[in-house]
């Protein structure tokens, strides 16, 4: 049996191919044309672009898949993820009547503050506030300004269901992960009375929301045609892809947790219940089997290597800063000002203490400095009632550093396991399968998910991480940062 993950970005389409054990059958990716911004802080992309992606990207998926020698029979179901807050205004033909309005688009700051005002006891009970990302105050924002956009409007769709929409012809359908974001109420499973009495948005403008994996339909006649996937492809509700991304990691089960560490350090877990967090550094996603997934960004990650150590040659520095490991430094890495993550703080600048012998020991400090943040971090989910099990799902650019790896297990003192596959492509595939093949997303995740690499924390470091870690904590406190 074969499942074809669609991973819709900002600058390509991916779709992955995988078999229900989760050998990988294809690949292919479609770059997409820059993100358009007509005025200041305004981020849109036409869909149009999306469909021509997603049709080349399909017909070189299919083309691989037969080149290896499978039957396209095989291919059992398909699911689509996309970024998270992206919102497209359709008409009664299904056709996009502006250009995408973005996840990172800013237009909507003043609706935002408008919706945080009525839905103070919504935000209360969910866990979270609305900022211009989500995809609510962006839909006010076309109501408030585009009027006759706005009564042409059948739908308020979201990227994925779009891509959905483009696969099966049903547009109407959405994940309650990308739902979140438009104000979907996870507790009550419906749409909040709020956004229609108080913000007089039209109820049948918004879609209807099911859990990823449920069967929304199959591959329409013109998609068959167009690519050669069979018509009797079931199609499936997908998630975001941050979402995705964790599913893709292994982490699904209670306890499990994904560090995903690029230019910045995110955190995902699964909960069994949904974790309230006064001060705003976390809010939580439904899982697909009604458990919970809490995460949090901090403005720390690879950023601080990437802005200070520039264009340097990885292999060589961390060969030259294991030889004073651990480091005489201690870091908070924040090259930004401002931190959302494990505190909440507009104001905050990071800082260097202690002394260094050259270059590659600060180096092997800032290293050091995101460890210790992911470590208070962990502590942060903890005093919030998450559990935190003995090993953590490590995704991003930052795996392909075998000494960041050895410091990370070593502070944490966790095993890190590293999946084979971490696309969100994957993670996709693994929900297309999750309910058309298996039974769950459990059974599916443990049977696609394959390990690349375990790290274990090293003994020799493990007490002196300990030491620097309390020095850590009181730095922070002296900062008045936490």
């Known amino acids: 049996m074969i499942f074809i993950g669609i991973?819709?970005?900002?600058?390509?389409?991916?779709?992955?191919?995988?078999?229900?054990?989760?050998?990988?059958?294809?690949?292919?990716?479609?770059?997409?044309?820059?993100?358009?911004s007509p005025r200041d802080g305004w981020k849109e992309q036409n869909p149009l672009e999306w469909e021509k992606g997603l049709i080349d990207v399909l017909k070189k998926t299919i083309k691989d898949i037969s080149y290896k020698g499978y039957s396209?029979?095989?291919?059992?179901?398909?699911?689509?993820?996309?970024?998270s807050g992206t919102i497209i205004a359709i008409d009664e033909y299904n056709r996009p009547l502006l250009n995408a309005i973005m996840y990172n688009d800013s237009r909507s700051i003043r609706e935002a503050e408008f919706i945080n005002q009525l839905a103070t006891d919504f935000e209360k009970k969910l866990g979270y506030v609305f900022n211009s990302s989500f995809a609510l105050p962006k839909i006010l924002w076309v109501k408030n300004n585009l009027p006759e956009i706005y009564a042409r409007t059948k739908k308020f769709v979201h990227q994925a269901d779009y891509i959905v929409g483009l696969l099966t012809g049903i547009?109407?359908?959405?994940?309650h992960s990308n739902a979140l974001k438009t104000g979907f109420d996870l507790l009550e499973y419906?749409?909040?009375?709020?956004?229609?009495?108080?913000?007089?948005?039209?109820?049948?403008?918004?879609?209807?929301v099911v859990s990823p994996g449920t069967k929304i339909g199959t591959i329409s006649k013109k998609i068959s045609e167009e690519t050669g996937i069979?018509?009797?492809?079931?199609?499936?509700a997908g998630m975001t892809d941050g979402c995705a991304g964790q599913i893709a990691s292994g982490t699904v089960k209670e306890g499990e947790w994904n560090s995903i560490l690029g230019t910045t350090l995110v955190l995902k877990g699964i909960t069994d219940r949904l974790l309230i967090d006064p001060l705003g550094r976390i809010y939580s996603h439904l899982h697909p089997?009604?458990?919970?997934?809490?995460?949090?960004?901090?403005?720390?990650?690879?950023?601080?290597?990437?802005?200070?150590?520039?264009?340097?040659?990885?292999?060589?520095w961390n060969k030259e800063a294991e030889k004073f490991l651990p480091s005489n430094l201690i870091i908070y890495p924040l090259v930004r000002k401002g931190e959302r993550f494990p505190f909440v703080n507009p104001d905050a600048k990071g800082f260097i203490m202690g002394s260094y012998e050259n270059k590659y020991e600060l180096y092997l400090g800032f290293l050091e400095g995101v460890g210790l943040t992911e470590k208070l971090c962990y502590e942060v989910v903890q005093q919030l009632g998450a559990m935190v099990g003995d090993k953590i799902f490590v995704t991003g650019g930052a795996v392909k550093s075998k000494l960041w790896l050895k410091i990370r297990a070593s502070i944490l003192n966790k095993n890190l396991v590293i999946p084979e596959i971490s696309e969100s492509a994957m993670g996709s595939a693994i929900t297309a399968a999750s309910k058309t093949f298996y039974n769950n997303v459990f059974?599916?995740?443990?049977?696609?998910?394959?390990?690349?690499?375990?790290?274990?924390?090293?003994?020799?470091?493990?007490?002196?991480?300990?030491?620097?870690y309390e020095k850590f904590i009181i730095l922070m406190k002296q900062n008045g940062y936490i």
Request: aromatic share 8%; hydrophobic share 40%.
């Open 7 to 36: 991973d819709i970005g900002t600058q390509s389409i991916k779709a992955i191919a995988v078999t229900e054990k989760g050998d990988k059958v294809a690949f292919a990716s479609e770059e997409l044309k820059d993100v358009y």
């Open 72 to 83: 396209l029979s095989e291919i059992v179901a398909i699911s689509v993820d996309g970024t």
């Open 171 to 175: 547009y109407d359908i959405t994940d």
């Open 190 to 208: 419906t749409w909040p009375e709020f956004i229609f009495k108080s913000l007089q948005i039209d109820k049948d403008k918004l879609p209807q």
């Open 230 to 236: 069979p018509p009797n492809v079931i199609v499936v």
């Open 289 to 316: 089997e009604g458990l919970w997934m809490p995460g949090g960004a901090s403005n720390t990650g690879g950023e601080c290597i990437e802005e200070i150590f520039l264009g340097v040659d990885y292999n060589k």
């Open 443 to 468: 059974e599916a995740a443990n049977n696609m998910v394959k390990l690349k690499e375990i790290v274990e924390p090293e003994n020799t470091l493990i007490k002196a991480y300990e030491d620097k």
